[in-house]
């Protein structure tokens, strides 16, 4: 088994993951509808600015996925008391019992997911103190934590790198600050709005990150009193306040889920009708998938996907931050774009090693070859590098079945999308990891008429 596998195995098996292989029998269009959740990458940390609140927190359209587990346990190792609302997919979150919680047990939840980075400026701002385990989250590059550790740095932070992990004090408190992030990045825009609403002071944030999920903890943030202004040009202004409330929210919706089983109605030749989808987010995504040649019509209670007919025609796109084409985005795409005819190219200019997935795609039969030069107009921070990072796909090609373990997330997911449209039975196994970010995906293959067996089920 390949290194990225094996991560990938380990991860799924610390979250405690079953019915860890399918068998598929490709080849037939998904049809029909599927709900789209709250987003991973905003749930998770919604849960974490529960820990700013004095009084309990009300979070609704909770996916069932793996992150949440993860961020629930540590939340209720550090004494946040998680229970289920009254409506489906609803969590509320009581911090009441925080100052007096024990930190043990946290290291069990070590390298499952990224989000115990950001419970450092909750936890320093209540507890004067924080320890955060090794991450984990996708392997899909080197994943440094250094702006968060510079920012947390910046608010008065002392830092100490212990063997199993990092451990924080501000024996000062935390004070607001300047920060200027040398790449827009999520987590670290995250980083610094969790820490600065309860920072003593004003804090000024350039090059931030301004993806859809941060403006919607954005709004999280204001519900439960903070003031935090987003101006022109990627700056946010945030005044600390003394204290917040719990707040209540209805979670924005998956993007990422939600493109990726677009890409699957494109690739199966199938037409899927994605509930709670909504078009503000998606705008760069349905740009690229209509010139593709897939086709969507857009209804007030989510986005209609399939493929009208004829020939799927190539295109050369570019990942980037936020408004622009985004990575999580582009290897349910990759598998679509096999099935054009011409020479699709991928420029990857967020993760240094996000093709790793490929590999798979090629022994069912893909024409995709892998450069480490920056194939397209923006050179990257990792032109000349040697980071492998453009990909050169060649199509249609007809894919084959093959037996396949999964490598992480969204990679996982583009192996079940060409599974699903190879002819022949596919063997996937470690599919478990793709419940870090899409609840119940196994019922939605059913619901969609996908062939398949999990199992020892
Ligand atoms: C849980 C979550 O929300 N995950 C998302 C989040 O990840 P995440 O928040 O980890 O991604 P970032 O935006 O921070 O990373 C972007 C780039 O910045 C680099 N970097 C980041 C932090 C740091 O301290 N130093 C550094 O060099 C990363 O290596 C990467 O090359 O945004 C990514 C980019 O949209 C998405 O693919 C992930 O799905
Ligand atoms: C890379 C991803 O997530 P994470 O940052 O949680 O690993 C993803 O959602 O594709």
């Known amino acids: 088994m390949?290194?990225?596998?094996?991560?990938?195995?380990?991860?799924?098996?610390?979250?405690?993951?079953?019915?860890?292989?399918?068998?598929?029998?490709?080849?037939?269009?998904?049809?029909?509808?599927?709900?789209?959740?709250?987003?991973?990458?905003?749930?998770?940390?919604?849960?974490?600015?529960?820990?700013?609140?004095?009084?309990?927190?009300?979070?609704?359209?909770?996916?069932?996925?793996?992150?949440?587990?993860?961020?629930?346990?540590?939340?209720?190792?550090?004494?946040?008391?998680?229970?289920?609302?009254?409506?489906?997919?609803?969590?509320?979150?009581?911090?009441?019992?925080?100052?007096?919680?024990?930190?043990?047990?946290?290291?069990?939840?070590?390298?499952?997911?990224?989000?115990?980075?950001?419970?450092?400026?909750?936890?320093?701002?209540?507890?004067?103190?924080?320890?955060?385990?090794?991450?984990?989250?996708?392997?899909?590059?080197?994943?440094?934590?250094?702006?968060?550790?510079?920012?947390?740095?910046?608010?008065?932070?002392?830092?100490?790198?212990?063997?199993?992990?990092?451990?924080?004090?501000?024996?000062?408190?935390?004070?607001?600050?300047?920060?200027?992030?040398?790449?827009?990045?999520?987590?670290?825009?995250?980083?610094?709005?969790?820490?600065?609403?309860?920072?003593?002071?004003?804090?000024?944030?350039?090059?931030?990150?301004i993806e859809p999920e941060i403006m919607d903890l954005i709004n999280i943030l204001q519900k439960m009193g903070a003031i935090i202004s987003v101006d022109t040009d990627r700056v946010i202004r945030i005044e600390g306040v003394d204290s917040l409330t719990g707040y209540t929210h209805r979670a924005l919706f998956d993007r990422n889920e939600a493109a990726s089983w677009a890409a699957a109605a494109l690739a199966t030749n199938g037409d899927i009708f994605v509930g709670g989808a909504r078009q503000p987010e998606m705008l760069t995504f349905l740009n690229v998938f209509r010139k593709v040649g897939g086709a969507f019509d857009i209804h007030d209670d989510g986005i209609r996907f399939y493929h009208p007919g004829g020939e799927l025609s190539p295109v050369v796109i570019e990942t980037d931050v936020h408004p622009g084409f985004m990575t999580d985005w582009q290897q349910p795409l990759v598998v679509a774009l096999t099935q054009a005819h011409g020479v699709s190219i991928v420029h990857e200019t967020v993760y240094e090693q996000r093709f790793g997935f490929v590999e798979a795609l090629i022994d069912m039969g893909a024409n995709i070859q892998l450069q480490s030069d920056c194939l397209g107009s923006h050179p990257c921070r990792f032109g000349q590098r040697n980071f492998v990072h453009s990909a050169i796909i060649s199509g249609p090609t007809t894919l084959h079945a093959a037996d396949i373990v999964v490598p992480d997330l969204r990679g996982g997911f583009s192996h079940l999308i060409a599974a699903l449209s190879a002819e022949g039975t596919s063997r996937v196994s470690n599919v478990g990891i793709i419940s870090r970010g899409y609840g119940d995906f196994i019922t939605k293959l059913r619901q969609l008429g996908a062939n398949f067996v999990v199992e020892g089920e």
């Open 2 to 209: 390949n290194p990225l596998a094996q991560d990938a195995r380990a991860a799924g098996a610390r979250v405690g993951l079953t019915g860890d292989t399918i068998t598929i029998n490709g080849g037939q269009p998904l049809k029909g509808r599927i709900e789209v959740k709250g987003a991973k990458n905003l749930v998770t940390k919604a849960m974490v600015a529960a820990l700013l609140g004095e009084t309990p927190s009300i979070l609704r359209d909770v996916p069932d996925i793996s992150d949440v587990r993860v961020v629930r346990g540590l939340l209720e190792v550090h004494g946040v008391k998680v229970a289920l609302g009254a409506e489906p997919g609803e969590l509320i979150l009581d911090p009441k019992d925080v100052e007096s919680a024990h930190m043990v047990d946290i290291d069990a939840h070590a390298g499952s997911s990224r989000i115990p980075i950001l419970f450092c400026g909750p936890l320093l701002h209540r507890l004067g103190e924080a320890f955060i385990p090794d991450l984990g989250g996708c392997r899909i590059g080197d994943r440094p934590i250094d702006f968060h550790l510079e920012v947390l740095a910046k608010f008065g932070a002392v830092i100490e790198k212990l063997p199993s992990g990092i451990r924080m004090t501000a024996p000062e408190g935390l004070v607001g600050t300047k920060i200027e992030l040398p790449y827009p990045s999520v987590g670290a825009t995250e980083q610094v709005l969790l820490t600065a609403v309860r920072a003593t002071g004003k804090t000024e944030l350039t090059g931030a990150a």
